[in-house]
Protein backbone atom coordinates (compact mmCIF):
# COMPACT_ATOMS: atom_id res chain seq x y z
CA UNK A 1 0.00 0.00 0.00
CA UNK A 2 1.57 3.48 -0.95
CA UNK A 3 0.40 6.38 1.81
CA UNK A 4 0.09 9.42 -0.18
CA UNK A 5 -0.10 13.26 1.12
CA UNK A 6 -0.88 16.27 -0.95
CA UNK A 7 0.23 20.10 0.41
CA UNK A 8 0.61 23.42 -1.22
CA UNK A 9 -2.97 24.22 -2.05
CA UNK A 10 -4.23 27.47 -1.24
CA UNK A 11 -6.49 30.58 -2.61
CA UNK A 12 -5.00 32.86 -5.85
CA UNK A 13 -6.15 35.57 -7.99
CA UNK A 14 -6.46 34.89 -11.74
CA UNK A 15 -3.12 34.42 -13.49
CA UNK A 16 -0.86 33.27 -10.56
CA UNK A 17 0.86 30.23 -9.89
CA UNK A 18 0.80 27.56 -7.13
CA UNK A 19 2.71 24.44 -6.65
CA UNK A 20 1.36 20.52 -4.99
CA UNK A 21 3.39 18.71 -3.51
CA UNK A 22 2.49 14.52 -2.98
CA UNK A 23 5.04 12.99 -0.35
CA UNK A 24 4.55 9.26 -1.31
CA UNK A 25 5.30 6.46 1.17
CA UNK A 26 5.10 2.89 1.96
CA UNK A 27 5.23 0.12 -1.19
CA UNK A 28 6.60 3.15 -3.40
CA UNK A 29 8.50 0.35 -4.82
CA UNK A 30 5.50 -1.02 -7.06
CA UNK A 31 4.64 2.39 -8.11
CA UNK A 32 4.16 2.60 -11.80
CA UNK A 33 3.08 6.17 -12.22
CA UNK A 34 1.39 9.01 -10.58
CA UNK A 35 -1.09 11.50 -11.48
CA UNK A 36 -3.10 14.83 -10.54
CA UNK A 37 -6.45 14.39 -10.69
CA UNK A 38 -9.22 17.61 -9.55
CA UNK A 39 -12.50 17.32 -8.81
CA UNK A 40 -15.61 19.62 -8.26
CA UNK A 41 -19.13 19.32 -6.58
CA UNK A 42 -21.17 17.33 -8.86
CA UNK A 43 -18.60 16.23 -11.31
CA UNK A 44 -16.17 13.23 -11.94
CA UNK A 45 -12.69 13.03 -10.62
CA UNK A 46 -10.77 14.64 -13.78
CA UNK A 47 -7.41 13.84 -14.75
CA UNK A 48 -4.74 16.84 -15.14
CA UNK A 49 -1.53 15.62 -15.56
CA UNK A 50 0.25 11.71 -15.01
CA UNK A 51 3.97 10.71 -14.95
CA UNK A 52 5.48 7.24 -14.77
CA UNK A 53 8.70 5.85 -13.69
CA UNK A 54 10.35 6.11 -17.15
CA UNK A 55 9.24 9.98 -16.75
CA UNK A 56 6.65 9.98 -19.51
CA UNK A 57 4.28 12.66 -18.88
CA UNK A 58 0.57 13.06 -19.85
CA UNK A 59 -1.23 16.49 -19.73
CA UNK A 60 -5.07 17.03 -20.10
CA UNK A 61 -6.06 19.61 -22.91
CA UNK A 62 -7.75 22.40 -20.37
CA UNK A 63 -3.88 22.17 -18.64
CA UNK A 64 -1.30 22.24 -21.38
CA UNK A 65 1.03 24.68 -21.17
CA UNK A 66 0.43 26.03 -18.04
CA UNK A 67 0.74 23.34 -15.82
CA UNK A 68 3.98 20.63 -14.87
CA UNK A 69 4.07 17.44 -13.46
CA UNK A 70 7.36 16.50 -12.10
CA UNK A 71 8.95 14.09 -9.68
CA UNK A 72 11.90 13.62 -7.39
CA UNK A 73 12.28 10.17 -6.58
CA UNK A 74 14.66 10.80 -3.88
CA UNK A 75 12.43 12.67 -2.14
CA UNK A 76 9.32 10.15 -3.21
CA UNK A 77 7.87 13.34 -3.58
CA UNK A 78 5.42 14.33 -6.86
CA UNK A 79 5.08 17.94 -7.88
CA UNK A 80 2.58 19.80 -9.98
CA UNK A 81 3.47 23.44 -11.09
CA UNK A 82 0.04 26.01 -12.28
CA UNK A 83 0.89 28.75 -13.78
CA UNK A 84 -1.58 31.15 -15.27
CA UNK A 85 -4.27 29.78 -13.15
CA UNK A 86 -7.50 30.43 -14.00
CA UNK A 87 -11.21 30.48 -11.85
CA UNK A 88 -12.05 27.10 -14.21
CA UNK A 89 -8.79 25.21 -12.20
CA UNK A 90 -10.91 25.75 -8.44
CA UNK A 91 -11.24 22.28 -7.39
CA UNK A 92 -9.88 19.82 -5.31
CA UNK A 93 -6.55 18.26 -6.35
CA UNK A 94 -5.90 14.71 -5.55
CA UNK A 95 -2.49 12.53 -6.01
CA UNK A 96 -2.61 8.96 -7.11
CA UNK A 97 -0.43 6.19 -7.58
CA UNK A 98 -0.85 3.32 -9.60
CA UNK A 99 0.72 -0.24 -11.05
CA UNK A 100 -0.11 0.60 -14.45
CA UNK A 101 2.51 2.93 -16.90
CA UNK A 102 0.69 5.60 -18.30
CA UNK A 103 2.93 6.95 -20.75
CA UNK A 104 2.00 9.98 -22.57
CA UNK A 105 -1.66 9.19 -21.67
CA UNK A 106 -4.07 10.41 -18.76
CA UNK A 107 -5.08 7.43 -17.26
CA UNK A 108 -9.38 7.10 -15.75
CA UNK A 109 -9.17 7.15 -12.05
CA UNK A 110 -10.01 3.57 -11.74
CA UNK A 111 -6.15 2.77 -12.84
CA UNK A 112 -4.79 4.12 -9.61
CA UNK A 113 -5.18 2.22 -6.61
CA UNK A 114 -3.66 4.76 -3.81
CA UNK A 115 -5.55 8.45 -3.20
CA UNK A 116 -4.11 10.92 -1.08
CA UNK A 117 -6.93 13.10 1.00
CA UNK A 118 -6.97 16.32 -1.73
CA UNK A 119 -6.06 19.47 -1.31
CA UNK A 120 -7.88 22.73 -2.28
CA UNK A 121 -7.02 25.20 -5.10
CA UNK A 122 -9.29 28.51 -5.06
CA UNK A 123 -8.90 30.71 -8.24
CA UNK A 124 -10.98 33.72 -7.69
CA UNK A 125 -11.33 35.66 -10.70
Known amino acids: QVHLVESGGGSVQSGGSLRLSCAAS????????MGWFRQTPGKEREGVAT???????GYADSVKGRFTISQDNAKNTLYLQMNSLKPEDSAMYYC???????????????????WGQGTRVTVSS
Open 51 to 57: IDSYGDT
Open 96 to 114: AAGRVYSGASILPAYMYTS
Open 26 to 33: GDTYSVAS
